[in-house]
């Protein structure tokens, strides 16, 4: 089982760094995490690491939002309960089924898309038998596919109305995905 934890460290030059402040501890969970800065206060959002072997009871696995209202590593500057976006339990797709990380968001850079938060993340597909895999492949008279533990994919998700408000209730998330 993962044993994840996030820390924050400073530095004013890339060489020399400040003492570590644990952000989110191993119960949390968090294995990635993005921030950005968003009229005037500050916006992250976090991932667990995936289950890329299948392992059974693994943590539950999606993509949390958190706001600041400054660059802060001390966790109690940040959203008290973050707020789900993507529940990866819930009826997944095979190619993010396994959990998703790497989260990079922005916003809108148009008037019509604004409020809109765009959260790019690698999505880790479901478990596959590799060995029926590969027999498949050579009945088509098709290469076995190289030996590997998991298959990658890149995938976005819009959310319209998060750059709206502060709270849950207000963001337009819908009850569902906040936890």
């Not at 952000?23 to 950005?36: E, H």
């Not at 693994?58 to 309960?81: A, Y």
Request: charged residues 25%; proline residues 10%; negative net charge.
């Amino acid at each position: 089982m993962p044993d994840y934890q996030l820390e924050y460290v400073e530095s004013p030059d890339g060489i020399h760094w400040g003492t570590p402040e644990i952000m989110f501890t191993t119960v949390d969970g968090f294995f990635d995490n993005a921030v950005i800065a968003v009229d005037g206060h500050y916006e992250m959002v976090v991932a667990r690491g995936t289950n890329l072997h299948g392992t059974p009871n693994f943590p539950e696995q999606g993509l949390w939002w958190l706001r600041s209202p400054k660059p802060s590593g001390r966790r109690s500057d940040w959203t008290d309960h973050p707020v789900r976006l993507l529940n990866s339990e819930v009826e997944p797709l095979p190619w993010f089924a396994n959990g998703g990380c790497g989260p990079a968001f922005h916003y809108g850079d148009t008037e019509a898309d604004r409020d809109t938060m765009y959260i790019f993340f690698t999505g880790t597909r479901r478990k596959i038998n590799w060995f029926a895999h590969a027999v498949r492949r050579l009945l088509r008279g098709r290469r076995p596919p190289v030996p590997s533990p998991f298959h990658l994919a890149t995938g976005r998700i819009e959310i319209p109305g998060m750059r709206v408000g502060d709270r849950p209730e207000q963001i337009g998330v819908p009850a569902d995905r906040r936890e």
